[in-house]
């Protein structure tokens, strides 16, 4: 039995990861200097969207000694998906933590000469009321140059898997 609820749930990942769509999150890095390859930006600035049509931003410029990465704020771009749980601190910290895994995971793998790749994440989200949990994937798809610049896109899809308690 458990088996066939892991082959149900990676089929639902793999089938709901698959599925082009709006990115939630763009993170376009640029002029770094020579510095790129560190990763580490002098302008940093998040612009959060809480129209579904329009994706936040995340731009990092300039040689500096900042990482590029989203603030742990409130998103209000995640409203949306996380119409699911209640617990919406909890989904935008879920959420930050896991863009900021992919994009150092991105930053990592540039380094290593990967310029382009993809990562995908799973998170799940308790609700306040104990009734269980809402499960997302949370998945990054980037293409740098040489130096560590360029973009990285966002994608975040509910799975239809809910964990019940």
Not at 2 to 19: D, G
Request: charged share 15%; glycine share 6%; aromatic share 12%.
């Amino acid at each position: 039995m458990k088996r066939l609820f892991l082959f149900i749930a990676a089929f639902a990942m793999a089938f709901s990861l698959s599925a082009k769509k709006q990115p939630f999150v763009i993170v376009h890095k640029s002029n770094g200097g020579y510095f790129a390859w560190l990763n580490l930006y002098d302008d940093i600035n998040y612009t959060p969207s809480n129209d579904e049509t329009v994706p936040a931003t995340l731009d990092c410029s300039g040689a500096g000694w900042s990482f590029c990465r989203v603030p742990h704020v409130s998103m209000g771009e995640f409203r949306s998906i996380t119409a699911t749980t209640s617990n919406v601190v909890a989904a935008n910290n879920a959420f930050a933590n896991a863009i900021n895994q992919i994009i150092e995971f991105s930053e990592n793998r540039s380094r290593d000469g990967a310029t382009q790749g993809s990562k995908s994440i799973t998170v799940s989200i308790p609700s306040n009321n104990r009734s269980g949990s809402a499960t997302f994937a949370v998945k990054g798809e980037w293409k740098y140059n040489s130096y560590g610049e360029g973009d990285l896109y966002i994608y975040i899809s509910p799975l239809p898997l809910d964990v019940r308690m």
